[in-house]
């Protein structure tokens, strides 16, 4: 079975702090994919990166990093001088897709952590 | 951009009232799901929809739920009897499909807040 653990509950930090956020998961598949979303105040679920568990390459986009290492099965989210906008409950997924039959699993998700950036 | 779309945003009602949810998803997409988050807590999966079949679905999806894709627009989760634990966001996302399978990145609505009373 699948899980996802986000330990961090809440974290609060100031504006223009750097900050990340840990995940890790556990899964007995081979192929997979990993997923962080962003759940702002107003409660849509906003979608930030998907990695697929045969790519390892970290990535960057603005102020945000992503760092995948299969070896601790972790998926850690950097924030870089992070802004009051960030505020939101992020949360950590992971999705075991299945190609037989055109099923697909659902996604797993953490229990999300609370990032509250102080101005 | 195309989105998926789900109505009501928030519906009250009764506990034992049934209630229905709808979802317009994206329109080139193939493969439906509806989650839920009862607040402060994380999101779940509830089930999974794939030529007008359900592919999998969770625990929580008892016989008290039941999907549909009535016209080939519309996707809907109802809820027969409703119980006061049901009080939850109820989220609908689908996938675009492509030559090898579902692509894993899930488009969610902006969710339906449903209270029971």
């Known amino acids: 079975a699948q899980k996802v653990t986000q330990a961090q509950t809440e974290i609060s930090v100031v504006e223009k702090e750097d900050v990340t956020l840990d995940c890790v998961y556990e899964?007995?598949?081979?192929?997979?994919?990993l997923f962080w979303y962003k759940q702002p105040p107003s409660g849509e679920l906003v979608f930030l990166i998907r990695?697929?568990?045969?790519?390892?390459q970290n990535e960057i986009s603005g102020r945000y990093s992503w760092n995948f290492q299969k070896s601790t099965s972790s998926f850690n989210f950097t924030i870089t001088a992070s802004q009051v906008v960030d505020s939101a409950v992020y949360f950590c997924?992971?999705?075991?897709?299945?190609?037989?039959?055109?099923?697909?699993?659902?996604?797993?998700f953490g229990k999300g952590t609370h990032l509250i950036i102080q101005p | 951009e195309p989105e998926v779309t789900q109505t009501p945003s928030h519906q009250v009602t009764q506990m034992g009232q049934e209630v229905i949810l709808r979802c317009v998803p994206i329109?080139?997409?193939?493969?439906f799901y509806w989650y839920r988050q009862i607040l402060g807590q994380k999101v779940e999966f509830l089930v999974s929809?794939?030529?007008?079949?359900?592919?999998?679905k969770s625990e929580i999806f008892d016989d008290q739920f039941s999907v549909e894709r009535p016209d080939g627009s519309n996707f809907t989760l109802k809820i027969r009897s409703t119980k006061l634990e049901d009080s939850a966001m109820y989220f609908c996302?689908?996938?675009?499909?492509?030559?090898?399978?579902?692509?894993?990145?899930?488009?969610f609505g902006e969710g339906s807040r449903l209270t029971v009373l």
């Open positions: 997924a992971l999705s075991e897709v299945l190609f037989s039959g055109g099923g697909a699993d659902g996604l797993t």
């Open positions: 899964t007995r598949d081979t192929t997979y994919y």
């Open positions: 990695r697929n568990s045969f790519d390892e």
């Open positions: 329109s080139n997409h193939l493969y």
């Open positions: 929809f794939y030529n007008n079949e359900i592919s999998e």
């Open positions: 996302a689908s996938i675009r499909k492509t030559t090898s399978g579902p692509t894993g990145e899930l488009f």
